[in-house]
């Protein structure tokens, strides 16, 4: 199963657009695209990445001794499991998602009782039985790739193309003004110094995996993705084998058009003019601070004259 599994992991350090771009992915014909974050990390991740990111946005370990059935209870997955089972308490409960979580289980289970366990077999069996247990998805009888996103899975890129041999990874990376003053709208927001450590490493392994796996990992920036969705994914599309396609100009979810793309991301409005805008919230000495940590990155993704 694993072999024959053709994935697209998104990746994105939160307020990156991640999100963003997943949601523009969404109403391409030729893709199953996940309803929410892919949150598929599991408890036994530990390594020394796991007091920095949390471990629900990593590539999954498994229990060698564990039946199928505890590999799928292993998963997080946490905003699809809340919006299946507990709907009134999910930030997506105003979209209508026919959907069990139990059914899912139980696909999940014959898949691997086919396949074999393996993180590959068991990451495929996932994703598939997500969408067959999804009853109101909206398919076109073209899709071959399953997208997923999950925030700076980029650095298990590695992982995931040891584990799956079709697969593709994506990172997307955004200028880290706006990124920092829209991560700072959070209740709890990350200090400045976590959030900018966090940034320069996914910087640091997005690039390092790049050219360790030339053609299957790629990097957008988010800024591309909003001037020109079309140009900028449907060139990404090409190099999966995939065509462009006419969805890649607007955000949706299920192929239902967004106005925004929260509550999916905490992005807005996604225009360059908002996303400039965002930056300018900062302080000069903040600026100038953000500037001291992402230097060595500012030339490589074109930022350096960006504020």
């Known amino acids: 199963m694993s072999k024959d599994f ?39 991740v530990m390594d020394h ?6 471990v629900k946005y990593r590539w999954p370990v498994f229990a060698l001794d564990a039946t199928p059935a505890q590999d799928f209870r292993s998963i997080i997955d946490e905003e699809c499991k809340v919006r299946a089972r507990t709907p009134q308490v999910s930030k997506f409960r105003h979209m209508p998602f026919d959907f069990s979580d139990d059914e899912r289980s139980r696909i999940y289970e014959r898949y691997v009782e086919q396949s074999g366990r393996s993180r590959g077999s068991n990451m ?18 073209e899709q071959t790739v399953y997208v997923g996103y999950c925030p700076i899975i980029v650095v298990d890129a590695d992982k995931i193309i040891s584990d799956l041999p079709q697969a593709h990874v994506l990172h997307v990376v955004r200028n880290p003004w706006s990124a920092y003053a829209d991560t700072k709208k959070r209740p709890v927001p990350l200090s400045m110094a976590h959030y900018m450590l966090g940034w320069t490493m996914n910087q640091y392994y997005a690039l390092y995996f790049k050219e360790k796996f030339p053609g299957r990992v790629h990097i957008v920036r988010a800024e591309d993705v909003m001037a020109d969705s079309y140009a900028t994914l449907g060139a990404l599309c090409q190099k999966l084998g995939l065509e462009p396609a006419g969805a890649l100009r607007k955000p949706t979810w299920n192929g239902m058009g967004l106005e925004e793309v929260y509550p999916w991301g905490t992005l807005r409005k996604v225009t360059p003019e908002a996303n400039r805008a965002t930056a300018e919230e900062l302080s000069a000495e903040e600026r100038a601070e953000i500037r001291s940590y992402t230097w060595q990155y500012l030339d490589t993704y074109d930022y350096k004259g960006f504020l």
């Open 6 to 44: 053709r994935l697209l992991m998104l990746s994105a350090m939160y307020e990156n657009g991640g999100n963003t771009t997943h949601r523009f992915l969404d109403g391409h014909p030729q893709m199953f695209v996940y309803p929410f974050e892919s949150q598929v990390g599991t408890r036994l």
């Open 49 to 54: 990445l796991s007091s920095m990111f949390p």
């Open 124 to 141: 495929a069996a996932f994703f598939r039985a997500t969408f067959d247990a999804w009853k109101d998805y909206k398919r076109t009888g």
